[in-house]
């Protein structure tokens, strides 16, 4: 039984916003639970304070998620159309109708935004003025508290709040992004990295080789993540992965949802793996 509350109530509370090492550990909880969902092909499809229960009422309280009645099972790589959610937290692609977990992050977006500032980033009294806002408009990051919280944090709400749903973060490359990097943080295994993975192994030689070029170009933080996903796949002890390795991290995240998504049917595609090997 969670006894503490709603997310918002906390919010409110302490006068509309979070201190930003604070907002941290709110967010870290979130992206965890939303990780999960992921990884089993749910995606919540209305992420809010108020669907964020504490189970108690100290202040170090752990989070649940709740109201499951609007999620939805997805495969790796279907698209969802139907508008759904709370106006302030929808995601532009929602709106266009042609959406996945992306959606989701946009709302963790809003979240942090508020929880780090007080205010809405789309505000509107209708909620067509609200649509109008999300799909045009663009977050305020010059009001104070704006000028007092560092880069790092408005950076990430940036990332997450990308229009461009393509270039928004998972919950698990969120939970790698320097804002909120932790040694002791255990980063979860990233369904992101089978959908990459299949691309690769499915492309041609030419867009491969490619591949393997851009590669060298990627950033720190985008290597942090990539480190942190590939152990995950426990490599054999010449470093290399097959695709047994994707086999038995993928089983051993696997929940009765993840099969109700058909998520495991990912494996399928990343058949030719089992002649080849991949090192990092």
Same mark, same amino acid.
């Given at each position: 039984?969670?006894?503490?509350?709603?997310?918002?109530?906390r919010?409110? !509370?302490?006068?509309?916003?979070? #201190?930003e090492?604070?907002?941290?550990?709110?967010?870290?909880?979130?992206?965890?639970v +939303?990780?999960?969902?992921?990884?089993?092909?749910?995606?919540?499809?209305?992420?809010?304070p108020?669907?964020?229960?504490?189970?108690?009422?100290?202040?170090?309280?752990?989070?649940?998620?709740?109201?499951?009645?609007?999620?939805?099972?997805?495969?790796?790589?279907?698209?969802?159309?139907?508008?759904?959610?709370?106006?302030?937290?929808?995601? %532009?692609?929602?709106?266009?109708?042609?959406?996945?977990?992306?959606?989701?992050?946009?709302?963790?977006?809003?979240?942090?935004?508020?929880? @780090?500032?007080?205010?809405? %980033?789309?505000?509107?009294?209708?909620?067509?003025?609200?649509?109008?806002? +999300?799909?045009?408009?663009?977050?305020?990051?010059?009001?104070?508290?704006? #000028?007092? +919280?560092? %880069?790092?944090?408005?950076?990430?709400?940036?990332?997450?709040?990308?229009? =461009?749903?393509?270039?928004?973060m998972?919950?698990?490359?969120? @939970?790698?992004?320097?804002?909120?990097?932790?040694?002791?943080?255990? +980063?979860?295994?990233d369904?992101?990295?089978?959908?990459?993975?299949?691309?690769?192994?499915?492309?041609?030689?030419?867009?491969?080789?490619?591949?393997? !070029?851009? !590669?060298?170009?990627?950033?720190?933080?985008?290597?942090?993540?990539?480190?942190?996903?590939?152990?995950?796949?426990? #490599?054999? /002890?010449?470093?290399?992965?097959?695709?047994?390795?994707?086999?038995m991290?993928?089983?051993?995240?696997?929940?009765?949802?993840?099969?109700?998504? /058909?998520?495991? =049917?990912?494996?399928?595609?990343?058949? #030719?793996? !089992?002649?080849?090997?991949?090192?990092?």
């Amino acid at each position: 039984l969670c006894e503490g509350g709603e997310l918002l109530d906390r919010i409110l !509370s302490r006068g509309g916003k979070y #201190p930003e090492e604070d907002a941290k550990v709110i967010v870290k909880q979130i992206l965890n639970v +939303v990780a999960f969902c992921h990884l089993q092909g749910v995606v919540h499809r209305d992420l809010k304070p108020e669907n964020f229960l504490f189970t108690s009422r100290n202040e170090d309280a752990d989070m649940k998620l709740i109201d499951f009645g609007l999620s939805d099972f997805i495969r790796p790589d279907e698209r969802l159309n139907d508008i759904v959610g709370s106006a302030y937290y929808v995601a %532009p692609e929602v709106l266009h109708r042609s959406y996945s977990s992306e959606a989701d992050m946009w709302s963790i977006g809003v979240i942090t935004y508020i929880l @780090l500032c007080g205010s809405r %980033p789309f505000w509107a009294r209708t909620e067509s003025g609200i649509f109008r806002a +999300v799909l045009r408009a663009d977050p305020n990051f010059d009001d104070l508290p704006w #000028p007092t +919280v560092s %880069p790092e944090a408005k950076d990430f709400v940036k990332r997450m709040l990308n229009k =461009d749903y393509r270039k928004r973060m998972t919950a698990a490359q969120a @939970l790698t992004h320097p804002w909120l990097q932790d040694e002791n943080l255990d +980063v979860p295994l990233d369904i992101l990295i089978y959908k990459l993975v299949k691309s690769y192994i499915h492309a041609s030689p030419f867009k491969r080789a490619a591949l393997k !070029s851009l !590669s060298k170009a990627l950033t720190e933080d985008e290597l942090v993540y990539l480190r942190a996903q590939v152990m995950l796949l426990e #490599p054999n /002890k010449d470093g290399h992965v097959s695709l047994e390795n994707f086999r038995m991290a993928l089983v051993s995240n696997a929940t009765d949802a993840m099969k109700e998504s /058909k998520v495991l =049917d990912i494996l399928n595609a990343m058949a #030719p793996l !089992s002649y080849r090997k991949m090192d990092f």
